[in-house]
């Protein structure tokens, strides 16, 4: 009898896997589905051979000029990013990362896994592609599910090398097909000899119902044909790099493998139940890479069924769902020998298994993702390339001129929020050239320049700018924002939504009789109530009153979505102050910055948008913490709109919010003597930012 793979494509007739067709994978594929020493060996000098071309992120063909550190674009000598060589290879097109590209060339080496904790956008995604690119092809197989004789319900698994499943399938299909065609044939001759001879008896009746039997007898040996063809559960056939797998947010089915659903289930019309079974995203991933991001959002039982197919390598496929097969269908141990590649935010690990975590730890890396990278020329060429792979990349959209790429630069240095910095949120960066390239090629215009992209960045704002600006529009007539003249207990201070749009933010403080309490009303969070506390201990210290029969009362007006953050802080500490001294404030100036329970101004987040959003609220001056100068990147068209004052203590806060009166100069020297005995002198650099 024939093996299923001979060149004549004889089958068996009892559906047996034959032990020739078992010994025909090749020997470096072991019982197991994974490799040998050698095989080992092998897939690390393919990935040593794929380092060895890599450009190392670097465009060596481009020129340079002469000072690149005083060039915009880091010294690229260019007219458009058609000038810009692209990368092949994806590893070598993420920026900003050296040391997860790092990590992910020793992982693809060595086969280890990887998990990646960052923000979103920030390349976490690419890198698992670049990882499946750098694992070696020749190492692929299919995966083949045959009939099991013995137990229907307990299908065989077998792996062939890539591209062989195929060949198998239809070398059964064939026999099926030319088996299928005699059995019609012979049909036809024993019905017409039936009919023949019942008309010679004349038994016409008997005749037609022995034709029917016959025929429907031979139509059940057909079924039974069919249920003979193995069903190729894996195909990497048409795979030109290592299968990539992206299973976030996948059910049990999806991941694991399931079993679909038989409708007829008996009376010999049943579908078998070898060609129910469908391969999880684990399967698939076989010898290449199955990534996972958020990890938190995968089921607990989910992440306990991945641990065991990492530890074991193999994973038998059962149904996983009440819409899975009515029968106990599981097949034989199927392989899923991938590398997994797990990402997330820093919330990811909080309900991510231990166990989980433990073996992506004990049997490989945990990464954290970069936000920002230093500003250097090196790295402007780089993002200047990122320009040129988006465009490339997109394909719908023109190049960019110089003068484009640089204002994309400059975008990346205002997202940082950081002076010398850039971003490396490059997904939202990325939109903001494809929206830019979308303008240029509505215009008809051969290349975007900066007016496209200064056109984009007004066009592709955050949901926070676009409701911010509508709720500036709404509210022109009913604002509360006052910009000129001076009122006591009542100051401007300053916010963000989001994470890059701002809004003036007013505070209004008011002294009564009472209990020593002070009381604030707005939809205060934790870290907003803490500041509270904190101000409170600085009054009593500052103003030198009894204030153990006074009530403080503190609104923070319009903030119907709530207050996170103590970055109002002097804000609430000046209205305090100017409240309880009868003292006004300079209604011109706005304010940011949290406060240490001695009196110094600590760095806060956002100062560009805050500042923006002063400016347009028609405010002078804008004070902020001085350790936050170096942050500030506004737009031209708001720097000769407002002063910037940074400023180090409260007492300087108060200096320049406080309007000359009488009362202002007993203020402030009790605050002066105060820094005097506290001897205050903040670093610049110290203390980490509030969130707003």
């Known amino acids: 009898m024939s093996d299923p793979h001979d060149e004549n494509g004889d089958a068996q007739d009892d559906g047996e896997v034959s032990e020739r067709e078992v010994n025909e994978v090749p020997e470096e594929i072991d019982g197991n589905g994974t490799g040998t020493d050698e095989n080992v060996e092998a897939e690390a000098d393919a990935v040593d051979e794929v380092e060895k071309e890599s450009t190392n992120g670097e465009d060596d063909e481009t020129e340079l000029l002469d000072n690149p550190e005083d060039d915009e674009l880091g010294g690229l000598d260019i007219e458009t990013t058609a000038d810009i060589s692209v990368p092949d290879d994806l590893i070598d097109q993420v920026i900003g990362q050296e040391h997860a590209v790092d990590i992910v060339r020793k992982a693809a080496k060595q086969k280890r896994h990887v998990m990646m904790i960052g923000s979103p956008g920030t390349g976490k995604s690419m890198l698992a592609k670049a990882m499946a690119e750098m694992l070696p092809r020749e190492q692929l197989e299919d995966t083949l599910v045959y009939h099991n004789p013995e137990d229907g319900n307990k299908p065989k698994v077998r792996t062939v090398p890539a591209g062989k499943g195929k060949e198998i399938i239809d070398s059964h299909k064939e026999e099926v097909r030319k088996r299928d065609q005699m059995r019609t044939i012979l049909m036809w001759i024993i019905i017409i000899g039936i009919v023949a001879y019942s008309f010679l008896v004349r038994r016409f009746l008997l005749g037609i119902i022995a034709a029917g039997v016959i025929f429907i007898a031979f139509r059940y040996l057909q079924n039974d044909s069919d249920a003979m063809v193995p069903n190729l559960l894996v195909d990497n056939s048409d795979k030109e790099t290592a299968p990539f797998r992206d299973a976030t947010g996948a059910h049990a089915g999806a991941l694991l493998g399931d079993v679909r659903h038989d409708p007829f289930q008996s009376g010999g019309l049943g579908t078998p139940s070898h060609d129910r079974v469908e391969a999880g995203a684990i399967h698939e991933a076989h010898r290449g890479v199955l990534f996972i991001d958020e990890m938190n959002t995968l089921d607990i039982r989910n992440q306990q069924s991945l641990m065991t197919a990492i530890q074991e390598g193999r994973y038998s496929i059962t149904g996983q769902s009440e819409r899975s097969s009515g029968a106990m269908v599981q097949t034989e141990d199927v392989p899923c020998d991938f590398v997994m590649v797990a990402a997330g935010n820093m919330d990811a690990m909080e309900n991510m298994h231990p166990a989980l975590r433990s073996r992506i730890k004990g049997y490989g890396y945990e990464v954290n993702m970069k936000d920002t990278i230093e500003d250097t020329p090196e790295v402007r060429r780089r993002f200047a390339r990122f320009v040129a792979q988006e465009v490339d990349k997109d394909g719908n959209i023109p190049h960019f001129d110089r003068d484009a790429v640089a204002a994309v630069i400059k975008a990346a240095q205002r997202r940082a929020g950081r002076k010398d910095h850039l971003t490396l949120k490059l997904r939202d960066l990325g939109g903001l050239v494809r929206v830019a390239g979308d303008i240029a090629d509505d215009e008809g215009v051969d290349l975007a320049t900066k007016e496209h992209v200064l056109q984009a960045k007004n066009r592709a704002r955050s949901i926070e700018q676009q409701l911010m600006d509508r709720h500036i529009e709404r509210k022109q007539d009913y604002d509360m924002t006052v910009s000129q003249g001076g009122m006591v207990g009542r100051v401007n201070g300053l916010a ?126 804008v004070i902020i913490p001085a350790v936050n100068e170096q942050d500030v990147m506004i737009e031209d068209e708001y720097k000769e709109e407002v002063e910037i004052i940074p400023v180090s203590h409260i007492s300087e806060v108060l200096d320049h919010a406080l309007v000359e009166r009488d009362g202002k100069k007993g203020v402030l020297d009790k605050i002066k003597n105060l820094a005097s005995e506290l001897d205050v002198d903040t670093p610049k650099g110290q203390g980490q930012p509030s969130p707003q």
Do not use: C, W
Not at 503 to 511: F, G, H, S
Not at 520 to 533: F, H, M, N, P, R
Not at 570 to 580: E, G, Q, V, W, Y
């Open 496 to 621: 963000v939504m989001g994470e890059d749009s701002g809004r003036v933010l007013p505070i209004m403080a008011e002294v009564t009789e009472g209990k020593g309490e002070v009381i604030a009303t707005g939809k205060l969070q934790e870290i907003a109530e803490e500041s509270v506390d904190n101000v409170s201990a600085i009054i009593k210290k500052i103003t030198g009153k009894d204030v153990t029969e006074m009530d403080v009362h503190v609104q923070y007006i319009q903030t119907y979505e709530g207050v996170e953050g103590d970055s109002a802080s002097i804000t609430m500490a000046t209205a305090i102050i100017s409240a309880l001294e009868d003292v006004a404030v300079d209604q011109s100036v706005a304010m940011t910055g949290s406060l240490s329970v001695r009196g110094d101004v600590l760095p806060v987040g956002g100062v560009t948008y805050k500042i923006e959003a002063a400016a347009k609220a028609g405010m002078d001056k």
